[in-house]
């Protein structure tokens, strides 16, 4: 099936059936669910723009296995105009959603390609799990799929590793094997938009500490295997929501699960990490070089979001009257500062991209990274200004439902109104945007996914620190103190690509730590 539309999305859907709790209930078609429909709808759109002659040309590529246009975010980039047509497609789809769906199907789309692309990896347990790899990257790419992903032990008791809590598979374990392929049992977080996806990729995240083979599993099955159950957090906000009340999460929720796996059966041909004697070694070596591609994805979407957010700030402030204000000019310069910045990096390392050995192109330098690395604290610090530029306007904002009723409709025009110009209407719907983004509890939880999506951002950013290569910013010291007199000043070069060469990340899958930032474990301590 080549790129399908957001109606064979939906279609497909309905006979998935994953087993589904919300809220108490045993969803028996998630398709009909009322909190689902409009994050379905939302994605369907995603789907139907792939076959929009007005994005067709950047959202799709021939398949190199059977010419049919497939999704541009499996596209393995051999030259730099790949790489562009790459950065486009996920930058559009990051605009789709104003960046508020972080785990749209572009992002696991990039995720099983980065799982191709270290085949050779998976490949030293035996070559049949990098071919399993590379298999199920295709098998993705050409009917389209919309997948979640499970990477995180339960918070039970962080103190110690899988194999030493009180139940040895209250993390996911490997039970056993049949001739037919693995046996798993225990739990794995955290599956977002899991209820409205058709398969499951499973993998280790930050590591696996010695004696704990047993976890180390990476395998993709459908969502609706035997014995999986996704059990849902509490939705953000109570039915029915209005468009206007609820501008973001009427539309973008994307709900977090907890995966159950009760003795599920993973077939061989879906295993690409077997849980035997060895596989910790494998998972902790695997290195996340695919990395600077998902990067892009990553980086498209926190974009999206600071661009939404100075827009937002600005009509905002002027449909109160208060861009005059000194301290409010301030703080909306800050906002299209660190957003240029964001810019300059995200365009900046697409200009400095390198073709490695293996023929891929990647972005240059260490841009996207450490941008990677300071989104959390860029994101916060932008919430905090549209908070405070809002200030107590964020609760006296009528519903909907207020404005329809005649009798105080024309209290409303008169009293909730903005300056000269802005309608009550007007200024209460900018209002109702900014309270759903920033304090609404869609608000609050996307503020915690960007801070942690991606690990620790203490440990992330301590084996930044740890695998930086130090020399030359050391060597600019050892000038100043007077130790290399004669030698010759570098000169900046006419390429910058060639000036911060490529460094493979040495870090295990995406999000895992330098060794030198982990904490000691528990059997460790003296």
Known sequence: ?????????????????????????????????????????????????????????????PSPTTGHPVSTSFLVPHTREELVKKRKHFKLRADHNFGFMGRAPDFMNQFVTGWHLMAG???????????????YYEHVRERDLFLTHMLINPQIDRSKTSAQQEDPFLHLGRVGETADGIVVRGAKMLGTMAPITEEVAVIPFGGVPPGDDAYALAFAIPTSTPGLTFICRETVSPLPRSRFDHPLSSRFEEMDCIAVFEDVLVPWDRVMVDGSPGSGEIINTLGADFNALL??????????????????????????????????????????????????????????????????WVPGGHGLRAFHLQSGKIYSRFVEIVQTLAAGGFFYAPSEADLANPEVRPMIDKFVRGRAGISAEERIALFKLAWDATGETFGQRMAQYVRFYSGDPIRLTAGFYMQYDKAPLLELVERALGRREGERIPVSPDDPAGAIPYQPDTRGMAGTYATGSLPTRQDQRG
Do not use: W
Not at 26 to 43: G, H, K, N, S, Y
Not at 122 to 131: K, N, S, T, V
Not at 319 to 345: D, Y
């Open 1 to 61: 099936m080549p790129a399908r539309s957001g109606q064979e999305y939906v279609e497909s859907l309905k006979k998935c059936a994953p087993n589904v709790y919300l809220e108490g209930r045993r969803l028996v078609d998630v398709t009909a669910e009322p909190i689902f429909q409009e994050p379905i709808r939302a994605i369907s759109e995603q789907y139907d723009m792939q076959l929009d002659p007005a994005y067709r040309e950047v959202m799709t590529y």
């Open 121 to 135: 990896r998976f490949a030293r347990a035996g070559a049949r799990f990098g071919e399993n790899a590379t298999r």
């Open 295 to 360: 990067n892009v994805q990553t980086s498209a979407r926190l974009l999206s979001q600071l661009e939404f957010f100075c827009g937002l700030a600005m009509r905002l402030a002027d449909a109160i009257g208060i861009t005059g204000f000194l301290h409010v000019q301030e703080k909306l310069g800050e906002m299209l500062s660190q957003m240029e910045i964001a810019r300059a990096v995200f365009y900046g390392a697409e200009a400095m991209a390198q073709r490695l050995d293996n023929g891929v």
